[in-house]
């Protein structure tokens, strides 16, 4: 995991604990979303998929 990738992260679980429920559901199918996308458009998800191809 990169530097970015834990900043991301921890910003992440500080907005979390303030969400509404209905606000961590939208997040939650928010990123199933971009995971789905990005699978369906076989895109590699680390640097390591990418520089495998």
């Known amino acids: ?4 990738d834990q900043e991301i992260l921890d910003s992440i679980a500080k907005l ?3 969400l509404t429920h209905i606000q961590k559901e939208k997040l ?8 789905f996308a990005n699978d369906e458009k076989n895109y590699p998800f680390t640097e390591d998929e ?3 191809k």
Not at 1 to 4: A, F, G, I, V, W
Not at 29 to 35: H, V
Request: proline share 6%; glycine share 12%.
């Open 50 to 52: 990418k520089n495998s």
């Open 16 to 18: 979390i604990p303030r």
């Open 28 to 35: 939650l199918s928010f990123g199933e979303g971009m995971a």
């Open 1 to 4: 995991m990169t530097t970015r």
